[in-house]
């Protein structure tokens, strides 16, 4: 008897493809995604960032601290005189700015206390590089420092006359007073609820694909989608009528879940959402942008599949691969470079970035255009699709 | 009212036709029945006149308009209530009505006024605020039939509207379907249940492998069956009686009895006459045309469909 079950539930599992999908072809495909994309977090990411260098200065002492950068991080980019704008925008990772006096105030015995190396730094840069990125300049200009100090005081053992009293004075060697990085000011902070409600809230706003795809099923199969189109109810009014509830829900998930950020997230003792200065007017077109692309998807699917069981692995699946492959679960910049550019295939990714822009960037209309312009025509695409299967589908 | 002419529809990627020239029509005031095993056509049709599938071949018109025009003017003049709960099971009776009332059109006063003519003719007043999931099978159907009824269509196609029901909604859908068309709407109802269109059609197609069988009012379709003679016999081996009724006739074991579809020119007294020559007792014998069943058997064949 037991046998019999065994057998009746393997063979019920075999035959369920879609289960079999989900058992076995979303974990490999994880896996592999999540493999590449992790590839390179444990040897860091701050060497394989784009940046600029900046030079003021024309001593050797500048051009020996900019040599060593340049092997531990790779060459830089071309000379890019406007890069404030880049690294702003996040084209850049950061730019390597060296003040005119480095030289004369590196080999200095006092130091003034002016700022002669900084990292200005994309506002979305992670926190964790932006910290070990500071801290290796700091040390590669200490050890400069340190090997200039140590030149003059073996100079001075063996001593010209005017060096004999050198070493009797207190010598600071730790450059860590000229050394300095800062983000590009962008108006707001940030912070890990800065970068984490974006990428959530993205995600959560494709979440509306299982939701709308399984609804259209159940329509679609009781026959009551066939009895509105024998009514004469046009299929470009169904499509706008499954739409528009959900670009509202997706509203009201934005309002939540950037509520939580502002209010929720400081009671429960983390760091709060700024909104402060940010562009009303391009946080709201990345959202609606966000929400019709989600929603195109949706109705594709939807339109697309032939059953709940499609719909139940196919809209989940769709989306978390989306969210593995656009830096919602793995931040874009751990990636390895293949995948970063695999990642700007995903419309989570250019949600994403939309978002980051408007809320790390302080970007303007202008400034979410490309991304938002992407999930238009993505979200049109899409909508196309769905027209195409609807009709069909309907009946 | 409607005139199918010679309608043909082969669907996509397969070769023999769901339907292969099928003619007929429908009259407002009259039940045409509908009747055809799984897989006949008669869903092809159906869903020709609700607007679902394009005429490849033939034409269908309405009062002379073709039904493509008809249905643009008008779409709610043909209304069909599928085999399915076609509604939405988590919505109320009131708002599915409601829904489907401004899908078709309605509003305002009108729109309240026939949701509350359709709940009263399908009697489904004291259920208006439950949701269409908890009703019973007999309460989905009345439901399904209210929704087709709001337009106040001219022309209703009902498909297996009684499946799955008890014996008093049976009897009470059946008597609202006359009531439709005693109002003057034509109906079209597709059943498996013989004695259900035997009590309500006026007029019968019998439709299989996409043609048209048979047409006419059931009393042409009973007189045009085939007469038999049902008996059972003592005295006479089954195989020696076999052949010997198979003389006038195909003969069909049923049980101890035999039935034998007389064959053209053969009459029961010659039967009867025949069996006592060879020294047959008789002691059950029966004798007169088909019933609807036997004549749509006959002329479907027995073998099972899909």
């Not at chain 2, 020696?240 to 007294?269: D, Y």
């Amino acid at each position: 008897m037991l046998f019999a079950l065994i057998k009746k539930e393997l063979l019920a599992l075999i035959r369920d493809v879609h289960g079999l999908v989900a058992l076995f072809l979303m974990p490999v495909l994880f896996i592999i995604i999540m493999s590449l994309a992790l590839k390179d977090v444990y040897s860091p990411a701050v060497k394989t960032l784009p940046y600029v260098v900046d030079n003021r200065d024309n001593g050797q002492l500048a051009n020996t601290l900019l040599t060593e950068w340049e092997k531990r991080h790779g060459k830089p980019q071309a000379n890019i005189t406007n890069w404030s704008n880049e690294v702003k925008s996040g084209k850049l990772s950061y730019a390597l700015v060296i003040e005119k006096d480095f030289s004369k105030a590196i080999a200095a015995e006092k130091l003034t206390g002016e700022i002669q190396a900084r990292l200005i730094t994309d506002p979305g840069l992670d926190g964790s590089v932006f910290a070990a990125n500071k801290a290796e300049l700091n040390m590669i200009a200490s050890e400069l420092r340190a090997q200039v100090l140590l030149t003059s005081s073996l100079m001075a053992q063996f001593p010209p006359r005017a060096y004999r009293k050198a070493p009797d004075l207190p010598v600071t060697v730790s450059a860590n007073s000229l050394v300095d990085a800062e983000r590009l000011a962008a108006g707001s902070r940030p912070t890990s609820v800065q970068q984490n409600v974006p990428a959530w809230l993205v995600f959560g706003m494709f979440f509306v694909v299982a939701s709308l795809a399984n609804l259209f099923l159940q329509e679609r199969q009781c026959g009551a989608l066939a009895r509105l189109a024998s009514l004469g109810v046009p299929t470009s009014m169904m499509i706008w009528s499954k739409a528009l509830p959900y670009l509202a829900i997706n509203g009201l998930q934005a309002a939540l879940m950037l509520a939580v950020g502002v209010w929720l997230m400081p009671l429960l003792g983390g760091d709060a959402l700024s909104l402060v200065g940010i562009h009303w007017g391009a946080l709201m077109l990345v959202l609606l942008a966000v929400s019709m692309a989600a929603i195109g998807l949706a109705l594709a699917l939807a339109s697309l599949v032939r059953t709940h069981a499609q719909a139940s692995a196919v809209g989940p699946t769709v989306n978390i691969l989306m969210a593995a492959i656009g830096g919602v679960m793995v931040p874009k910049f751990v990636m390895p470079e293949f995948m970063q550019r695999l990642a700007e295939f995903s419309p989570m990714n250019w949600g994403l970035e939309g978002m980051l822009a408007v809320l790390l960037r302080g970007s303007d209309m202008v400034g979410v255009l490309l991304p938002a312009a992407k999930l238009m025509g993505f979200a049109t695409l899409m909508i196309i699709i769905a027209v195409l299967f609807f009709r069909r589908r309907a009946h | 009212m409607l005139l199918i002419r010679n309608l043909s529809y082969c669907y996509p990627h397969t070769e023999k036709p769901a339907l292969a020239g099928v003619s007929l029509n429908a009259e407002r005031g009259q039940i045409l029945g509908l009747l055809g095993p799984n897989g006949a056509g008669k869903t092809t049709l159906i869903s020709h006149l609700s607007g679902i599938l394009q005429v490849q071949q033939g034409d269908i018109s309405i009062d002379g308009v073709p039904l493509a025009v008809a249905r643009h003017n008008s779409p709610t003049r043909i209304a069909v209530a599928p085999q399915e709960y076609a509604f939405y099971p988590m919505l109320t009776v009131t708002e599915n009505l409601e829904c489907f009332a401004a899908a078709g059109g309605l509003g305002g006063d009108r729109k309240r006024q026939r949701i509350g003519e359709c709940l009263a003719f399908s009697q489904l007043e004291r259920f208006a605020q439950v949701r269409a999931e908890r009703l019973s099978g007999g309460l989905k159907r009345r439901l399904n039939l209210a929704i087709a009824l709001l337009p106040e269509p001219e022309l209703i196609l009902l498909d297996e509207p009684t499946v799955g029901v008890d014996p008093q909604s049976r009897a009470f859908l059946l008597d609202a379907v006359k009531t439709l068309a005693n109002n003057g709407a034509a109906v079209i109802y597709t059943s498996h249940y013989m004695e259900e269109i035997e009590a309500i059609a006026n007029r019968v197609i019998i439709i299989d492998d996409g043609k048209v069988l048979r047409d006419g009012t059931l009393n042409e379709l009973l007189n045009d069956g085939v007469a038999h003679v049902r008996l059972a016999v003592e005295g006479v081996i089954a195989t020696q009686l076999r052949v010997l009724l198979g003389r006038f006739g195909s003969v069909e074991s049923i049980g101890e009895e035999w039935r034998v579809m007389l064959a053209p020119g053969q009459t029961p007294t010659a039967l009867l006459a025949a069996e006592e020559e060879v020294g047959g007792r008789l002691r059950h014998a029966e004798f007169g045309r088909n019933n609807l069943e036997q004549l749509f058997m006959t002329l479907t064949r027995r073998s099972l469909r899909d």
